[in-house]
Every structure is written in C-alpha cells, then in structure tokens.
C-alpha cells in the first residue's frame, strides 16, 4: 500500500470516528522553510499534523520529521505499518501518537497504539509563521496596531510578539479554516456518499497554487 492509499483509508477512519466534525482538513502542508512536509494536517480547535509510513517508506527521515513537527504543531502522530511499530514505539516520546495499519485483502484497518499528548503550540515566532503577510496585517490592525504601512514581514511578526499567545492562537486557527475552507469541504461532503474513496478524491484537497507552506 502506498502512501496516497493509505491517507485516503485514514481520513475515512477519523470521519467514521467522529473525528473530522467543524474540521479543516490540509493535504501536504510544507513547514521549515520546506525542509519537511506533514503528509495530513487536521485543524479544529488544534492543530495535528500525521505522518504516514507505507510499507515503501524508511524510518531514516523520522527523527528530523518529528523534531520540526513536534515544535510547529499541537499534536503529531506516526501512522505506520506493522512492520515499523515497534521501532516507531521505540524512537517516540510518549506525546507522540502512534497508529498502526494493516492491509486486510482490499481493506486497510487503524488501531491505536499510542494516543500520545496534545501541547498547544507557544512559540509565538512558529505561530505567527502560518500567517500570508495580509492576514499578519489584519491581526495587527484588529489589536489597533496601526504602524504597518511599508513594515516588511520582520517588522510586522516583531510588533505581534506583543500580543497574547492567546490572541495569535485564535487568529492563526480562524484564518487556516478559512483558508482551506473551500477544499477542505469540499472533500468532505463527499465522505458520507461513498463506501470506498480512491486517490483521485484527494486531489479536491489540493489548493490549485502549490502545497500549502507553513515557514
């Protein structure tokens, strides 16, 4: 099973369990200056990225994927084939998720292994990196901060470092669904209307510029 196979049986399972209610769903989102990318990022009321580990994949990349990962999102989780749950278990914080795959004839199963810990992202300087530069505009004219006429990007994030994590939490977590709102919905209308999904559904979760990127 490869990794396309696998996201679409995965974003099944999180809508059977309830998991994608008021959800905005983001396929590929490029984060670290696009140094990594997390396979599916799921937002609502918390930002959690999975990454997907095929039966084709290694685990070679692992630990750098999960230290940028763990420092940009609210939770992370490993989804892995059988073959790799042990090692996985054995190179993950217990924050970490771990859920575990198994192809059973043309069905792929999930089972938990690891819940692993949602940490609400902090770092103001990671946070205020998932803002396009307007949207950084608005949040600053919304708390009347009026000094952004001309100011690069830099002098923008330094002006929001003044604001409450709070208030940059709730901004960045409005403006991702409505970003991908559209896609996103998209999608999803689809999920209750068929018994099995293929790869192609994925592509109504592309956004038709480039991937989504998180610096």
């Given at each position: ?103 059973q004839e043309k069905n ?57 994590v709070k208030k940059v ?47």
């Amino acid at each position: 099973m490869n990794e396309l196979q696998i996201k679409i049986a995965l974003i099944k399972w999180l809508f059977d369990r309830g998991q994608l209610i008021d959800a905005t769903i983001i396929n590929e989102m490029v984060v670290a200056n696009w140094s990594r990318r997390a396979d599916l990022v799921i937002v609502n009321g918390k930002i959690q990225a999975f990454e997907i580990k095929s039966d084709l994949d290694t685990l070679t990349r692992l630990d750098g994927q999960l230290a940028i990962f763990t420092s940009r999102f609210d939770k992370v989780t490993v989804v892995c084939s059988s073959r790799f749950t042990y090692e996985v278990k054995s190179k993950v914080s217990s924050n970490v998720g771990i859920i575990e795959f198994e192809n059973q004839e043309k069905n792929i199963s999930f089972k938990i292994i690891q819940r692993g810990k949602t940490e609400e992202i902090r770092n103001k300087k990671f946070l205020l990196n998932y803002l396009t530069k307007a949207e950084l505009a608005n949040l600053l004219k919304e708390n009347n901060v009026f000094r952004i006429d001309g100011c690069s990007r830099k002098d923008m994030e330094m002006q929001a470092e003044n604001l409450s994590v709070k208030k940059v939490r709730n901004n960045i977590l409005l403006n991702l669904k409505n970003r991908y709102k559209e896609t996103s919905d998209s999608f999803v209308s689809t999920l209750p209307l068929k018994k099995e999904l293929n790869v192609n559904d994925l592509q109504l979760l592309r956004k038709k510029s480039s991937l989504s990127k998180v610096t």
